[in-house]
């Protein structure tokens, strides 16, 4: 178990318990507690002093901090751990108004993580993986029994095993006369069963003696930039290695639009067909010899990718994808064999490829509400998948429509002048001192600073709207006393790390325009919700749950998120994090065959919304352009809150 | 219409309606008229001077002949062609009794050909081939109508052709947006009909516009020895061109064994499924180029071969079926992609390969069975397939049985001193003169003989044995006054030409040897039907028609047949020869989906008989060691006329 320690910062006289070795700043943090801070962590700048009053702090000491200072117990709290109870007195500047330690706490918090449910899939009895291995020993054909090597084992898993409409495919046929000599007759038998009740049992492998113990499904998302897959155990539901790898033809294109553009040039679809089934065949080879199991062992692989990442895996031409009125091949995929779409696994391997419901509502999303179990609950869910593009679920077993949401790059640091993705130096935290107006950094690595990654420019714009620094259109009140709010070439903004603060040498600042490009991405989502919602007669107060799917949802502070509209106010327990959901749809499918048969109706049933062709859209899109919203009655407990900040500000 | 012409034969006073153009001695085999012939029509051994009494023959004047002799009319039989009513004076030795020339006459004939009856299957709505076209214009793609493609086209068979429970293959997927958008989104699709009622219609092509009156089948019939295929117009039911060659695999071997064999080998069994592939392949170029179709507008072929022919064709090592207790790896097998077995044929052709019933009743038995309709006539019916080995089938709607006999190559002039295949040269009809014990024979082509044919084996062995040449048991009347009888080698034999009258420059003989393996083979087969009759309760007496197929079925003589107890009595109006049976049932599958739903349970339904393994068959087979049979009871033709020659031979 984790040692857990108290901290109490004064003056504000606030208390938090932090895990054994928890970095201070981070604590301080999490307890809403304001220090100066420009480095991102790294112990350069020196404004994070603080003064250690009761116990002891590990590091923290450095050239910044006089021997006089460091014995009178100062140290830079992004250099120090927590290593006991302590007590921290944060040096406020004496113009503060007091009011402002006693502001309304909201502490930082992520969605909750959701593992899926093996457990509750079992006790349902719907751990029915579609493949499954039968052992059984078969009498030895003689002068009196001379039934053909085929017929013999059909008749006799029908009549010891109660299996009936089985058919045999050509390879199986092939190795099943040598198979059963190879060991008395005694043969184990792998069954893919059918979809629909109504189809047939398939024998697609046969394996001498009793290898009945050993059953392997692999599932597999095929993202447009990354490609992660899983090998499962089918008879115990346990993943045994996973393996991820950048998809191979990020290199031609780093969006779907690009590898459309690419795959119409002559000999393009060939080219990243290969190369997508080289990255898939790369992560088959490595979670195989990883979980050293005998490839003839795995029965199955289910795939699941957005609509142009299935259509390239399969090689379809995805060409009128891109062009309006954007239809699809196919939404529907007829089990394939593994190896006719280029998969180096046996001849027996079935490919599995989710369905997708359009265009642009591709089998990883249907994946994802397949995994998440949306289509079984009664509660009203708001699936959310926030990526490069945006792509939104909302129902329940009654209904689910869906759309995507041009949302734009700016939640993956794209159209943002310091924009990063999500990796070291980049800002993922932030708070902003209300009577100094300077800022608290913290980057990934705790390093200084190189740019804006998603999730902090959510948590800026939100601490900035809250506190008055941007108002309702975020732009900047630039009658402010701060230096850090200053004109760059006509365009506003505020710096949030001066240039000898960075790695970059250059001024770090959020502009105006970057705020723009956040508040449309977010209303092109929430609006999307919003008609999704009214086209069924709804609203967001009757969502009863948000399930974020997608890396971004792992990060993103969901506060933070619904002050500045991008989530609706909600109780944030009724928010899950499941992850990787089309990663996790695939594994759920390749452990109950329940899925793939109503994966086939859920599609169907499911409305897909062409925003841009839906005439309330327009509306409610210009509506959401605003920090949260036009109708602030949606955001009830900001709207409190603001109201508190602006009594106390007059009072 | 042909001519025909009135022959009188003097003295016998026999006439006879032959064709304009027909050969003499031909016309007086036909007549059953004896004339002494050895060279087998060439006209060189100069025995079959015939006197011309009324009117003229064409040629027939040879060296042989004298001025005088000539213009008194004299003639060599064997080259006379008749083109007028003629009289016809045959020399008779004057020692030669007059009641041996009124001798009851029985005329040659072979088996009526019986038809494949399409317009039957028309009338009886059966004509449904198992892949269609269907031509349907779809409204196009706009704002307002999303569909995917395949949904589009899925979506609309559904409401416009009452098409339901459709799937798409992947190719289809591949090629459908593209095809759509070449014609404006007309489109005709190919549809494959399931086997069962339960199953779905894929759709497995698709073309741009309307090529509904463009749909071709393939029927192929893979023999040991020859290949033969049909392209067939699916929407009229004509053959549009055919094709036979040998099957390539005969350089690895002569008979199913040696095929097997040399599959056991290293790299054998690839080898021999390489070259039949490459035999068929050529046959389907061929057919294709002859018949001027799109490769792309053939939407099947139909396979039907012998057990071990379809598994060497699909890859399937044969080696069990020549290993007791003699099991197939497989009798039924799954619709396979033709492309997958190496044929040459578009991705989307699917390859329907008949089943078989057990190793030694295979699939080209079963297509005649179901070509031949048995399964679905009243009639107990016997058919018989005479080739390497003979299978034969009994049976009616309500059952039937099968085996397979082990004739040995006798019918096609194996293990015979003399014997040959049916080519240029070979005796293939005979005839013995009762008084001075001389042969008439007739090569094929009308050459001098270079041995003995299957069919002039059984022709002279039953007129030898009806004219008491040799006994029942196939032993010659040694006390006969003739040269022709005499020992070589402790064997003795009969000389049917000598050395100078032929092309081998040996005298040709029929050795007892021979006849006694000409007993075997036809016992083989007799007590083959008797012990599958028996063995359900009944005789041959009950049998209503017999059904011969097989090349040695078109010139068999059917009466000389029924004399060596090679054919049960019957009348011969009851006998008909329907040819290449297995390539009649691959077409005749390729024209109604119905055979292919029955034929699965036919051949669960067929009872297959291990001969070697029925204890009644050794007694039936020791039975059916004589000429005719040991119990003359079952031939009482036979029986009636051997008594009035041997009355007359006494009187």
Redesign the interface.
């Known amino acids: 178990m984790t040692t857990t320690h108290t901290i109490k910062f004064l003056p504000h006289n606030r208390e938090i318990k932090v895990n054994d070795g928890e970095n201070l700043i981070r604590a301080a943090m999490e307890a809403g507690v304001h220090i100066n801070a420009s480095c991102g962590g790294e112990g350069v700048c020196g404004k994070c002093r603080v003064l250690v009053e009761q116990g002891q702090v590990q590091g923290g000491v450095s050239e910044q901090i006089s021997t006089e200072d460091r014995e009178k117990g100062y140290r830079l709290a992004c250099r120090s751990t927590i290593t006991g109870d302590v007590v921290i007195r944060v040096p406020v500047e004496s113009a503060v108004d007091a009011s402002v330690l006693s502001q309304r706490y909201v502490p930082r918090r992520t969605a909750r993580i959701r593992q899926m449910d093996l457990n509750d899939l079992k006790e349902q009895g719907l751990f029915l993986p579609p493949v499954e291995k039968i052992y059984i020993e078969l009498p030895e054909?003689?002068?009196?029994?001379?039934?053909?090597?085929?017929?013999?084992l059909v008749s006799h898993l029908k009549l010891h095993h109660d299996e009936h409409r089985l058919?045999?495919?050509?390879p199986v046929?092939?190795k099943?006369?040598?198979v059963l000599?190879k060991d008395g007759f005694r043969v184990t038998a792998t069954l893919a069963r059918p979809v629909m009740d109504?189809g047939k049992t398939e024998i697609v492998n046969v394996q001498p003696g009793d290898t009945s113990d050993r059953i392997y499904g692999i599932a597999m998302d095929i993202g447009t930039t990354t490609v992660y897959g899983q090998l499962i155990d089918l008879k115990s539901g346990d993943v045994l290695s996973e393996h991820g790898d950048f998809n191979g033809q990020i290199s031609y294109g780093e969006d779907v639009i690009s590898r459309i553009v690419f795959a119409e040039k002559e000999g393009g679809l060939d080219r990243l067909h290969k190369v997508v089934a080289e990255t898939i065949n790369g992560i088959v080879n490595r979670i195989v010899r990883r979980a050293r199991v005998d490839p003839d062992d795995i029965a199955a692989i289910t795939l699941a990718g957005n609509t142009t990442m299935t259509q390239l895996l399969?090689?379809?031409?995805p060409?009128?994808i891109r062009r309006?009125?954007?239809?699809?091949?196919?939404?529907?995929?007829?089990p394939?064999r593994a190896v006719?779409?280029g998969l180096d696994l046996r001849d027996h391997v079935t490919a599995l490829v989710y369905p997708a419901v359009?265009?642009y509502v591709g089998g990883d999303i249907v994946a994802g509400v397949m995994g998440a179990g949306l289509y079984l609950d009664d509660r009203l869910t708001l699936f959310m998948d926030i990526g490069t593009n945006a792509e939104i679920v909302i129902g329940n077993r009654d209904w689910l429509a869906c759309a995507a949401c041009s949302a734009g790059p700016a939640f993956e640091g794209g159209g943002i002048k310091f924009g990063m993705r999500a990796a070291k130096g980049a800002i993922e935290d932030f708070s902003l001192d209300p009577a100094t107006w300077e800022p608290m950094l913290m980057t990934i690595g705790n390093q200084r600073p190189k740019g804006i990654c998603g999730s902090g420019l959510i948590i800026m714009t939100a601490v900035m709207f809250e506190l008055g620094l941007i108002n309702n259109l975020g732009k900047f009140n630039r009658d402010l006393p701060t230096g850090r709010i200053r004109e760059d070439n006509g365009v506003w903004e505020y710096v949030l790390a001066w240039a000898d603060e960075t790695q970059i040498d250059r001024d770090i600042a959020l502009t105006e325009i970057d705020i723009e490009n956040l508040i449309r991405a977010k209303g092109a989502i929430f609006s999307g919700c919003i008609t999704l919602l009214t086209e069924v007669g709804m609203g967001m107060a009757d969502i009863d749950r948000i399930i974020l799917a997608g890396g971004f949802g792992s990060y993103v502070d969901l506060e933070k998120a619904m002050t500045i509209g991008l989530l609706p106010e909600i109780d944030p327990e009724k928010v899950t994090f499941i992850g990787n959901s089309s990663l996790m749809g695939a594994k759920m499918s390749s452990l109950t065959n329940r899925i793939r048969k109503d994966v086939v109706e859920v599609t169907r049933s499911m409305t897909?919304f062409?925003l841009s062709?839906t005439m309330s859209y327009m509306d409610n899109y210009v509506a959401a352009l605003f920090l949260p919203h036009t109708d602030m009655d949606q955001f009830p407990r900001l709207k409190e809150r603001m109201a508190q900040r602006h009594g106390k500000a007059k009072g």
Chains 1, 2 share one sequence.
Do not use: G
């Not at 058919?167 to 050509?170: I, N, Y």
């Not at 399969?314 to 031409?317: D, R, S």
């Open positions: 054909p003689d002068n009196q029994d001379h039934l053909p090597d085929v017929t013999r058919t045999v495919s050509l046929i092939r099943l006369p040598d000599r109504s399969l090689k379809v031409n060409r009128y309006s009125p954007y239809v699809p091949a196919s939404t529907l995929y007829p394939i006719d779409i359009s265009s897909n062409e062709e």
